[in-house]
């Protein structure tokens, strides 16, 4: 297990953050945030998925309207995303909402941040602020390279630079309900700033790589780059940003923090490669098992195996998969099914699926 870093320690609606807790997984709603029905219906499908806290697009007084239903029907948390009118954060706070995302810097003047932070003190909720690649203000990047850094060096310091000033306008006015991000599309870039960030401040922080992509390159960008810093012991949220349905930004950030360690899969699943030696369809027999784990878990039940293994033939089955609380490993046209790496019987394919699937369902009563 990583040796996570230490951060303050605040509190989003019922879900703790920082100071050692779990690191939280967060989405954004893609709906019409005054359609109130058609956003909770959204965050029940993020949250059956694992989502803990979900943010929500308030770029009008409309949405502000909808936010008391929406806040009151959620099964998690709801942030609400503001940009440039402080009166939308006014009415969010008004609304109930358990956390908003705002930058201080593009919401007016002072007036203005000193309104929306001391309501939000009352009111005991959080801010998420900071920095992105995309909307720096001017002048940070260009006073870097002017000092002979490169790009790279000068985004990175400009993204913490900006936080900072970001941060240091909310503890101005007494507000310190403070998580902070940090994000660019680059992926060294985005990592090395976190870790600056982190070595100077003891802020919790919110990790992710933003406008990662479409999930064929999204995922790889995302893994790569919240893993790294989950495995630094840095970060405690996350987002996954990818084009596509939000489910599959949750799907992707419960696996990246399974693989560092970070949650424990239930079960882990794993399968070996194609070769010259793979004599079933193992491709397909893979995803028909990640399907039926995951169809077993949506309808509220826990499958109690720490392991399953989907192998591709006995080279690389009983032995290679000798941890497993339950596997099947490929032979010619036909199926070994073993448990703890020993063999317990040997089935046609179709057949070997269905003993597979009736001891995972056992596993479950």
Do not use: W
């Amino acid at each position: 297990m990583p040796e996570r870093r230490i951060t303050r320690q605040i509190k989003l609606g019922k879900i703790i953050i920082g100071g050692g807790a779990p690191v939280s997984i967060q989405s954004m709603t893609n709906t019409d945030t005054g359609d109130a029905a058609a956003t909770l219906s959204q965050i029940k499908s993020l949250a059956m998925a694992g989502c803990e806290i979900i943010r929500v697009a308030v770029p009008d007084h409309r949405a502000v309207d909808a936010l008391p239903d929406i806040i009151r029907g959620s099964q998690i948390p709801v942030i609400g995303d503001i940009h440039f009118d402080y009166r939308l954060a006014l009415g969010a706070i008004n609304a109930g909402i358990h956390g908003i995302r705002l930058n201080p810097g593009n919401i007016g003047d002072e007036s203005r941040v000193r309104m929306v932070a001391e309501k939000a003190g009352e009111a005991g909720i959080t801010i998420r602020t900071g920095s992105n690649s995309g909307s720096i203000k001017a002048g940070f990047i260009e006073e870097k390279l002017r000092k002979g850094l490169s790009r790279e060096e000068a985004l990175c310091e400009a993204l913490v630079d900006s936080a900072l000033e970001q941060c240091a306008i909310l503890e101005k006015y007494g507000f310190r309900q403070i998580k902070v991000s940090l994000k660019a599309s680059d992926v060294p870039v985005t990592v090395a700033a976190y870790r600056h960030f982190s070595a100077i401040s003891d802020y919790p922080l919110h990790i992710g790589v933003t406008e990662a992509g479409t999930p064929g390159r999204g995922i790889v960008k995302s893994s790569v780059g919240i893993g790294t810093l989950l495995l630094e012991g840095i970060g405690d949220t996350l987002r996954v940003s990818l084009t596509a349905d939000p489910v599959e930004e949750i799907i992707t950030a419960v696996r990246i923090l399974e693989s560092c360690g970070l949650r424990t899969a239930e079960p882990d699943i794993v399968s070996c490669p194609t070769c010259g030696r793979t004599e079933i369809n193992l491709i397909e027999l893979a995803e028909k098992v990640e399907k039926l784990v995951s169809d077993i878990k949506n309808s509220g039940k826990k499958v109690k195996l720490k392991k399953l293994a989907v192998m591709g033939c006995v080279v690389n089955g009983p032995g290679e998969a000798q941890d497993a609380d339950l596997g099947i490993a490929g032979g010619k046209n036909q199926i070994i099914l073993f448990k703890h790496g020993k063999i317990i019987g040997t089935f046609s394919e179709a057949a070997g699926f269905d003993r597979l699937k009736e001891e995972i369902i056992h596993s479950t009563e």
